[in-house]
């Protein structure tokens, strides 16, 4: 895997190149795989996806509340914001925070129930479906009363739950891609005449020579063969001082050099590297989820069981036990199985992770 980034290109350029080779060596470079970078465009557009959602949602959930007759009493403004046809307004904006806020979800419970895994999306999902379904019923006829303003807010308060959360996602992404950007674009090649050729680093292999000058990056892992200076380290080890390498030291790619000359003997490249590995890490880590996430999926699992049964056992309570009819009975289960999303866990663990980032972060860690 090749670890330049393309920021850096004609930095590293040896200054004798010719306009063709630097060209070339440019080009190839730009060509050649980044690590982590497609991870982090599908993170930056995820984030962007769920922060269009969110926005969009929270605009349309206005009207939506305006519109909503419980609102309406519970601002006192009673008939006045009512018009013919209002409950259709009111509807179609609804369907619109359904489909386009709520796709995610709806997406995610396919996903998750295909696994055999419910977990947060699986109950947001059967939450949203619930109020949103029985209001489209109510509003066409059915008896009862609609829960378009509990859709909404529900909607808004997820979608910027798993924003908060990408956002945090994202900074553990860019944290890879300075990993990424710590090699340089090229290496100075010894060859067996003594000559210095310039050469793009994914081409160096194991006992391979190379010529590190005085400020320069270190392109491979290797052991000094000729030479003596001082190397910075910090950005891969946490070494604050330089450390002193001579004949027989080994050095890390992604090191600067420091005022001496060092001819090198290239032992690891690519995935064998050091700074390669630490990359993997990072993306294990980033994919792998803390003990929180995973009771929160647990909680959630234990709360679609408690919301779906709940709402089972509302309906045959009311449909055995009472005089009412079924239009009453499923406007009390489908406010049970509402009520029994928890809106606070879909905002709770996310910002759990944001911050606990960001204080690992701010410590040193990646």
Known sequence: MALEH??????????????????????SVKKSPQPGHAHHDHH????????????????????????????????????????????YVLWFFSTIVFFYGGYPFLKGIFEELRKLKPGMMTLIAVAISTAYFYS??????????????????LMDIM??????????????????????RLMPATAHKLGKDGGIQDVAIEELVSGDRILIKPGEKVPADGVVMEGLS?????????????????NGSKVIG?????????????KKTGKESYLNQVIELVRQAQESK??????????????????????????TAWL????????????RTVTVMVIACPHALGLAVPLVVAVSTAIAATNGLL
Do not use: C, Y
Request: net charge negative; proline share 2%; charged share 20%.
């Open 6 to 27: 393309g920021h850096e290109h004609e930095h590293h350029i040896h200054h004798g190149a010719s306009h063709d080779e630097k060209q070339k060596t440019k080009t």
């Open 44 to 87: 930056a557009h995820m984030v962007e996806d769920f922060k269009r959602r969110f926005w969009v949602s929270l605009i349309l959930t206005i009207p939506i509340l305006l519109l909503s007759e419980q609102i309406q009493d519970f601002m006192g403004l009673g008939d006045r914001l009512r018009f013919t046809g209002h409950h």
């Open 136 to 153: 489209s019923a109510v509003v066409f006829g059915l008896p009862g009363m609609g829960f378009f303003w509990e859709l909404a807010t």
């Open 159 to 180: 979608l910027l739950g798993h924003w908060i959360e990408m956002k945090s996602v994202m900074g553990a992404s860019r944290a890879l891609e300075e990993l990424a």
């Open 230 to 246: 001082a190397v910075d380290e910090s950005m891969l080890t946490g070494e604050s001082k330089p450390v002193s390498k001579r």
């Open 254 to 266: 992604g090191a600067v050099n420091g005022e001496g000359s060092l001819t090198v003997e290239v």
């Open 290 to 315: 803390s003990r929180t996430q995973d009771l929160a999926n647990r909680a959630a699992v234990i709360l679609t069981i408690v919301a779906i049964g709940g709402g089972a056992l509302t309906l």
């Open 320 to 331: 055995m036990f009472s005089n009412q009819d079924l239009a009453f009975a499923l406007e």
